[in-house]
C-alpha cells in the first residue's frame, strides 16, 4: 500500500496547511500511474497530485478539508 502526502508546503513552517481543493478519481477507483487523481488549494497555488503507482484509490479525507503538509490524504493498494 502507498500512501499520499499532502505536499510540503514550506520548509520552515512545519504547521502550514492547505485543502483538498477536487479528487478527479472517485474512492474506490482504479487508478494508473501517473493518473491525476487530486487537485489541492494552499494560500496563492493550487498543485496537481498524481498516483505513484497503479492501484486502488482509497479516499482518506474529504474535499474541502484542510490539512496540514505532509497528511496522508489517500492510499493506492
Not at 11 to 39: C, H, M, Q, S, Y
Not at 41 to 54: G, L, Q
Not at 62 to 70: D, P, T
Amino acid at each position: 500500500m502507498t500512501e499520499i502526502l499532502f505536499p510540503i508546503l514550506s520548509e520552515k513552517n512545519p504547521e502550514a496547511e492547505g485543502t483538498v481543493a477536487t479528487w478527479f478519481a472517485p474512492d474506490g477507483a482504479a487508478v494508473a500511474r501517473g493518473e491525476l487523481i487530486a487537485e489541492v488549494a494552499v494560500d496563492k497555488v493550487d498543485m496537481e497530485i498524481t498516483a505513484p503507482e497503479a492501484g486502488t484509490l482509497t479516499h482518506l479525507v474529504e474535499e474541502g478539508a484542510i490539512v496540514k503538509q505532509q497528511t496522508v490524504i489517500a492510499t493506492i493498494g
